[in-house]
């Protein structure tokens, strides 16, 4: 499950460098300005957040923890600030709206069936859905060379290496078998987690539609008729062409590194982008954020928020909601304490 995590693709190069990028940029204070008083909110596409980052949609929560997506959404609530629920998600989105009646983001991918597509929107739409995300850095998976390394599979498959790790993790191993089975709501019925019909590999290699074209991503932002943003937006160009086409806005992101290894970090593309479409589109990044000070450079050079994956995800999985409450307040004090240095 760490390696799961933890890992990305081919030699990992692109992973290290989103968290070495920040490094090369530095803070330069303004002093005796009255600080008393500090306001960190932020409105992105519309959405008012208590705090300028928020809870990236994330894959397979359940098999990390138990509470999976539950946990994440109470924590969002509790702090303000925005959640994502993935079409791999192991909560429903109706579910998760019952949740938390705060900003909800619904990620998901371009299928080759396109009345699939238009469900899965409506459906996000009748719960409440604030904004939609397509992500369009994932047309296939990545190649994830650790997880085959240590045999990483969905749906398990129980062998020796498996058991010996259900071994020394009994406390996860008995919370995975003894809670509901593990399940996929917003694809049930084209992803078995039994192994019968489609796997999650397969289905990125079979269900996902390597054809999608930007008119295509058109017809879907005026289908949804709302705050539509798209996900792993890299190039200058690409920017512009969100804003032609009517996003809302734009998340510069490698995927964590899980996708294309060898591409820029989001956060060294992120002032080229805002100077060219900041002022038509919001532009957000992820990837790679790990304290209070990289979250206020990404502002800095004109984010609008910042989306944290793992940074919740390692906390989430042994410590459930009370993890990802501690690593969010982590992250709230950072960003207070830096705005008042």
């Known amino acids: 499950i760490f390696n799961y995590i933890d890992g990305a693709a081919d030699d990992e190069v692109t992973y290290r460098r989103n968290t070495e990028s920040f490094e090369t940029c530095d803070l330069v204070p303004n002093v005796l300005r009255g600080v008393s008083e500090v306001d960190m909110s932020v409105t992105v596409m519309g959405q008012k957040l208590a705090m300028p980052f928020y809870c990236s949609p994330t894959a397979l929560q359940r098999l990390f923890h138990h509470q999976g997506e539950r946990a994440v959404a109470k924590a969002a609530a509790k702090y303000g600030t925005m959640f994502g629920v993935s079409s791999l998600g192991t909560v429903s989105l109706e579910e998760a709206r019952s949740i938390s009646s705060g900003p909800q983001v619904y990620q998901f991918y371009f299928h080759r069936d396109r009345g699939l597509n238009r469900a899965m929107m409506q459906r996000a739409k009748a719960v409440g859905v604030e904004v939609m995300m397509l992500t369009v850095d ?49 694809l049930d019925e084209h992803v078995d987690m039994g192994g019968g019909t489609m796997s999650i590999s397969r289905y990125f290699t079979e269900m996902l539609d390597p054809s999608m074209t930007w008119d295509d991503v058109a017809e879907m932002v005026k289908l949804w008729s709302g705050p539509f943003c798209l996900k792993g937006v890299m190039s200058v160009e690409d920017a512009k062409r969100a804003v032609d086409i009517g996003c809302s806005g734009i998340v510069l992101s490698n995927h964590g590194g899980r996708q294309l290894d060898g591409s820029r970090a989001a956060f060294d593309q992120l002032a080229e982008i805002v100077d060219a479409v900041g002022d038509r589109i919001d532009v957000i990044m992820d990837g790679g954020v790990q304290r209070g000070t990289h979250v206020l450079k990404a502002l800095s050079l004109g984010a609008k928020a910042v989306g944290v994956g793992r940074y919740y995800l390692f906390p989430l999985a042994p410590a459930g909601q009370p993890g990802v409450e501690r690593a969010l307040e982590q992250m709230r004090v950072e960003i207070e304490r830096g705005l008042m240095l």
């Open 138 to 186: 994932s047309i296939t998976g990545g190649n994830r060379e650790r997880d085959k390394r240590t045999g990483f599979a969905i749906p398990f498959k129980l062998n020796l290496t498996g058991m010996a790790q259900f071994a020394l993790k009994p406390a996860w191993a008995i919370n995975y078998f003894i809670h509901e089975d593990f399940k996929l709501p917003q």
